[in-house]
């Protein structure tokens, strides 16, 4: 029984240190969100830089806030809506801090605790088309 | 006891489907190497298609062989220096299967079992110089 828990250990730490790994490596944004709370659980560097915000002000605050006009449980919403249908538009938004507009593409999964929408947060390209948003 | 077992699994199998969201969702192409093998421990949907092979094909397989002209000792010491020196260059090389020119930037890293290389793998820009390969 030792051995199996230090085995689950050193597959726990495997995981863990690929994932960070990989966070701080890609060149994209991303932003982990609690389903629920609407709260940001993790952070990479690429965010960060985007958002115009170190990881201390992001962590366990509502990612709704880091765009311009947006509430909460509608934003929330939006995000869980079309990480359902993927053949749906990215979700346009204006980053509040760094006034960069950007696409996200939401993605939802649930591991073991609490339902998560991973967001890839993409800076619009300059040139490409942009909605208006008072459709 | 039991509940610090199931707390564990849990924790494990949080990082382990971040790990997987996250690689899946990234647009950069990553290869994780093992550094003493140089075989490849996993490989992204991007990096599939950057190098033009299934995942089938390129896990457990030698990186070097995916790369024109590349040995394998040679390049895995390449990958581990410019891990190491990373105000060097990224490495240069063509994806042998797609033909296509690209630049390899490697981190090296060691969680629980033998210690890795993340490489990401980016494609040469169209009208970025490239190096010729003789100096």
Avoid: W
């Avoid at 030792?2 to 990989?22: H, N, S």
């Avoid at 966070?23 to 932003?31: I, K, L, M």
């Avoid at 960060?48 to 880091?66: H, K, T, V, W, Y």
């Avoid at 619009?124 to 088309?129: H, I, K, R, V, Y």
Wanted: a negative charge.
């Amino acid at each position: 029984a030792q051995m199996a828990l230090e085995r689950d250990y050193e597959t726990q730490r495997e995981y863990d240190t690929r994932y960070r790994v990989l966070s701080e490596a890609t060149r994209d944004a991303f932003v982990f969100v609690g389903t629920r709370s609407g709260r940001v659980v993790d952070v990479n560097p690429a965010a960060c830089a985007l958002l115009g915000a170190s990881r201390n002000d992001l962590m366990g605050s509502p990612i709704a806030q880091e765009f311009e006009g947006r509430r909460r449980a509608e934003f929330v919403e939006a995000l869980n809506a079309r990480a359902l249908d993927d053949t749906s538009e990215p979700i346009q938004a204006e980053a509040r801090r760094s006034r960069t507009p950007v696409k996200i593409v939401p993605t939802a999964f649930r591991a073991a605790g609490e339902p998560l929408i991973l967001c890839r947060i993409d800076p619009t390209e300059t040139g490409e088309s942009v909605g208006s948003g008072m459709s």
